[in-house]
């Protein structure tokens, strides 16, 4: 990745064109760019979906959003890491002046898929256990402060210590630590069995995820790196719910229900994004290999 000039870009139709101020990175933009995810991208392309900014200028038909109105992203037509991106109303969602830019631009992916992870496809509510893994990164954290918002017992997982005394400042009842071989056998003598798995690395934990996992458990595969051999027979014994989850996926009505529950909770104050680290854009491959770390807290933003 390098920084290049291009030519200043025009909104066409319902196009609407943002001046950015902050962008936020995330996981899938290293798998797109290293080419081994399902999005191929033809060379040379602009990484990235989520970023804040201002509404610059609109096409003839972009309906709501205009100049001068704060917003964030959850997808771009032109990619986000830049100093401006072209987007579809479908992509903008409103951000509250009580909201800075860096954070808006933590919200678009990890908080949308924690979202449609949690209430989507988990169908998760009051009183029921769940347990994050990666607890500490973007979608982890974003994961913890929803589920305790809905009345969820959280349990998370962190590999260090400076992350899972993160992870009980999101308001977690419980942290353990994922390098301890020990700690599946202490959630399950903790919980007598989780109701809800939000797994980040199931090529890792996927199958001793089914061995804790109460009857009748949702176990939702957010991320892997890889392939893992599993027993079945864990998921027949439970009559357990395995889920697999791309934002992308969701319809334009869930969309919608997402970044409104989104909006919701951010005005009440029961979301705010955990900032790693700031860096100047022309860092982004120094980001790309940051967020891959397991060490890594929280959400990394670029500064264009």
């Known amino acids: 990745m390098q920084i290049e000039e291009v030519p200043a870009l025009r909104p066409a139709g319902e196009q ?18 290293s080419g081994s995810y ?5 060379l040379p392309f602009t990484p990235g979906f989520d970023a804040a900014g201002v509404v610059l200028e609109v096409g003839p038909e972009a309906g709501l959003f205009q100049p001068g109105r704060r917003v964030y992203t ?30 808006g631009a933590a919200l678009g992916i990890p908080y949308g898929t924690a979202w449609r992870a949690l209430f989507q496809r988990a169908q998760g509510v009051s009183g029921q256990w769940v347990l994050i893994h990666g607890a ?11 589920a305790v918002s809905a009345g969820l017992q959280v349990i998370g997982t962190a ?21 301890d071989p020990g700690h599946f056998e202490k959630i399950l003598d903790l919980t007598g069995g989780v109701d809800i798995v939000l797994e980040m690395l199931a090529n890792v ?29 864990k998921a027949m014994s439970k009559e357990l719910n395995l889920h697999g989850l791309m934002l992308m996926n969701a319809s334009a009505e869930e969309s919608h229900e997402i970044y409104a529950g989104l909006e919701k909770a951010l005005l009440q104050g029961k979301i705010k994004p955990v900032i790693a680290s700031r860096l100047p854009l022309e ?12 060490a890594h807290l929280g959400k990394i933003i670029l500064l264009p």
Not at 27 to 32: E, L, Q
């Open 16 to 33: 609407i064109l943002i001046e950015v101020r902050a962008v936020g990175v995330n996981p899938v933009d290293t798998y797109i760019r």
């Open 38 to 42: 399902p999005i191929k991208k033809e």
């Open 74 to 103: 959850s997808g771009s037509l032109s990619g986000t890491y830049a100093q401006q991106t072209l987007c579809l109303p479908k992509h903008l969602h409103p951000l509250p002046d009580s909201v800075s830019f860096e954070e």
């Open 136 to 146: 500490s990164g973007g979608v982890g954290i974003a994961a913890v402060q929803l």
């Open 159 to 179: 590999g260090t210590e400076k992350g899972r005394q993160l992870v009980l400042q999101q308001g977690a009842q419980y942290v353990f630590d994922h390098n």
């Open 205 to 233: 934990n996927l199958d001793r995820d089914m061995e804790i996992m109460a009857k009748g458990g949702r176990l939702v595969i957010i991320g892997s790196r890889g392939r893992i051999e599993i027993d079945p027979r």
């Open 283 to 294: 860092e982004a491959p120094t980001a790309h290999r940051q967020i891959l770390e397991s």
